[in-house]
């Protein structure tokens, strides 16, 4: 059967275009406008080609802001999504208990950003703070607003409560759609715990585990409210990571152009690995 | 390889079933003979599958006790009974190669890797696998999927029974007969305990050398497809087996006499009925003679089938399906004979016996 060629369907996509071209990419092209050139009072702008970017990728600020930016979403990734896969795996399949196990899961992903900082801000004081206070009075030396190590351990900690029911929403969802006779076989197959994981329910939930790696990495990359709320940045510039290192260029410093450049290979990176970790993980699946 | 007995098996999936209804198998008592090759046969939510899961283990039964060769098996699992099976839609561990797919049941149970290649490229032979074998088995087609899983099933030469839970649902028509021609060798090969699940008269007919016809819940008869065809035991059998099904009418019986509601004629012998049972009379479609004499029908239509016409009628009101060669055909003033000793007399949907 010959199928008649017709594109002008693509006329419908039309105000779509238009409206992710106002939202996004005249945006972002002010972005790219700052970036190359160089900025003065009274709205006076000069051409500058590749000199912002040269500039921000030799500079040390920007090359620690992003060691502590990929080591932070490193670890919040090494610890998430395997703690989130074995939440899944030990919460319930059915009944009154499962819907309590999600709605308990669900709870830290409905508190924003800025509250999630300001309460750990205070519960990890040292002097008044339950974790602070408690972690002190067993011994342990711990000031978050002193000491990079729990200014560290603070931030992770409170990533990880308030992320890794993401990963285990999505790997529980997973989990469930495999299908009863999975389990059944594997028991006629005399398959232990261990292998049902890893040759039954892993496979399945790749898909899912993709997913939330992605969603994982790309807002850890981008994580910005929390740790401000909580140390600032600090101490010194310990937990600066890049979108703080961005927002103190752009806003606080009014290094425009440096910003621009910063925001641009900020954002292609984001992508980059994004792009990577996609085509390395569904590489040889059909369709 | 085992007899498997089943004793007094009752099963439900409520908590405390207080009423017959409550169980989704009734009363299952019977013997699966060492080395027999078995179909159980029924409608969609009969318990087939239910009676197939509590053998193999992965359902604990409510009520009652499972031996193989007279040791209780009650309370093990699956893999404490050594028993295969082959689920209806196929099941294979993706990310595994065809040869590890087979290889798997096999590993689990710590069979040396020599005894797991020989086994392994043995029954992917005897299933045309081999040239998939180095093949992951995500990929395959849906029937080349439920070979593996078949495969799976029958690479353990060990097993106390094979269990297959419909398995040719998702198979092409054409492969579908290869491959019960297949389970059948294998059978004979092997002579391991079978039981076969399947919904389709035809498969569990070729297959089995017994056939267990299960409806709601309760075994209705066990027989050779013979049996099920000259004396279902059961309306529902007569219903069930053959197509069309067997007649089923209305039916007054006094002595000898039986009366379809101005119609009387003489049965073979006097049916041995208790007082104020409902009684039907059953006759197969193929032991009806259409002809001049008996008694009058009134004909709606014929049917074509190829090697044979379905006459569908009316006695007395109640549709009857008649059989007749493929160059006969219906007279003007049809009346049907039925044969004598092929009449079932039915009481309460139970066949009873003729005496003299």
Redesign the interface.
């Known amino acids: 059967m010959n199928k008649t060629q017709n594109n002008k369907a693509w006329f419908l996509v039309l105000p779509v275009l238009a409206i992710v071209s106002l939202n996004a990419i005249v945006p972002l092209m002010t972005v790219v406008n700052y970036s190359v050139q160089e900025t003065f009072g009274n709205n006076l702008f000069f051409f500058e080609g590749v000199r912002w970017f040269r500039e921000v990728l030799d500079s040390e600020r920007f090359q620690d802001s992003l060691l502590r930016q990929f080591s932070f979403t490193g670890i919040i990734l090494a610890i998430e999504i395997p703690l989130g896969v074995a939440i899944a795996l030990s919460m319930p399949k059915k009944g009154i208990w499962a819907s309590v196990c999600l709605v308990l899961m669900s709870l830290p992903l409905l508190i924003p950003w800025n509250v999630v900082g300001a309460m750990w801000n205070i519960f990890a004081l040292p002097d008044i703070g339950l974790l602070g206070y408690t972690l002190n009075a067993m011994g342990f030396d711990y000031n978050f607003t002193r000491q990079a190590i729990s200014a560290w351990f603070t931030v992770i900690l409170m990533d990880v409560w308030h992320w890794t029911s993401l990963v285990v929403l999505l790997a529980y969802a997973g989990l469930r759609s495999i299908d009863d006779s999975y389990y059944q076989a594997a028991r006629i197959d005399g398959a232990s715990k261990w292998a049902v994981f890893l040759y039954i329910q892993l496979p399945k939930l790749k898909h899912v585990l993709t997913l939330a790696f992605l969603l994982r990495f790309i807002d850890s990359f981008m994580i910005y409210t929390e740790p401000f709320v909580l140390t600032g940045g600090g101490p010194g510039n310990t937990t600066t990571f890049l979108s703080i290192d961005l927002v103190k260029s752009a806003l606080g410093e009014f290094n425009l152009g440096a910003a621009g450049a910063m925001s641009l290979i900020y954002f292609l990176m984001t992508l980059l690995v994004c792009w990577l970790f996609y085509t390395l993980a569904m590489r040889g699946e059909e369709r | 390889m085992a007899r498997i007995d089943l004793q007094h098996l009752k099963h439900s999936y409520i908590e405390n079933p207080m009423v017959e209804d409550d169980y989704a198998l009734k009363e299952v008592h019977y013997t699966w003979e060492d080395g027999g090759a078995y179909a159980l046969l029924g409608p969609s939510g009969c318990g087939k599958t239910t009676l197939l ?1 509590i053998i ?3 359902l604990r039964v409510s009520e009652g006790k499972i031996l193989f060769d007279g040791k209780d098996v009650t309370a093990l ?3 404490g009974r050594n ?3 082959v ?3 196929p ?1 294979v ?4 190669s065809v040869h590890d797919n087979l290889a ?2 096999l590993r ?2 710590g069979v040396d890797e020599d005894e797991v290649k020989r086994r392994v490229s043995e029954t992917l032979d005897m299933l045309d696998l081999t040239k998939w074998s180095e093949k ?1 088995a ?2 395959l087609t849906a029937d080349v999927k439920q070979k593996i ?1 078949l495969g ?2 029958m690479v353990r030469s060990d097993v106390n029974a094979i269990l297959f839970d419909e398995p040719l649902t998702v198979i092409d028509p054409h492969l579908k007969w290869q491959l019960r021609s297949q389970l059948k060798l294998l059978h004979k090969q092997f002579g391991h305990t079978m039981v076969y699940v399947t919904h389709d008269q035809t498969e569990a007919l070729t297959f089995a050398d017994k056939v267990v016809v299960m409806y709601e819940g309760e075994i209705v008869q066990i027989g050779t497809p013979e049996e099920l065809f000259e004396r279902p035991s059961h309306t529902f059998v007569g219903y069930f087996i053959g197509s069309p099904g067997m007649n089923v009418l209305p039916v007054n019986i006094e002595g000898r006499t039986a009366r379809i509601g101005g119609t009387e004629f003489e049965l073979a012998g006097t049916p041995e009925l208790k007082p104020g049972v409902r009684t039907d009379l059953g006759i197969r479609p193929e032991f009806i003679v259409l002809g001049e004499k008996g008694i009058p029908v009134s004909v709606q239509k014929v049917e074509d089938v190829g090697h044979h016409k379905i006459v569908r009628a009316a006695i007395e009101g109640q549709d009857i399906s008649i059989v007749i060669g493929e160059s006969a055909s219906v007279p003007a003033d049809p009346h049907v004979v039925f044969d004598r000793e092929r009449v079932s007399i039915y009481a309460d949907d139970w066949r009873v016996e003729m005496g003299g």
């Open positions: 899961n193999s283990g992965l699992q699956p893999e028993i295969a099976q689920f209806q839609f099941v561990y993706d990310t595994m798997f049941p689990n149970r992951k995500r990929g899983s799976r099933g």
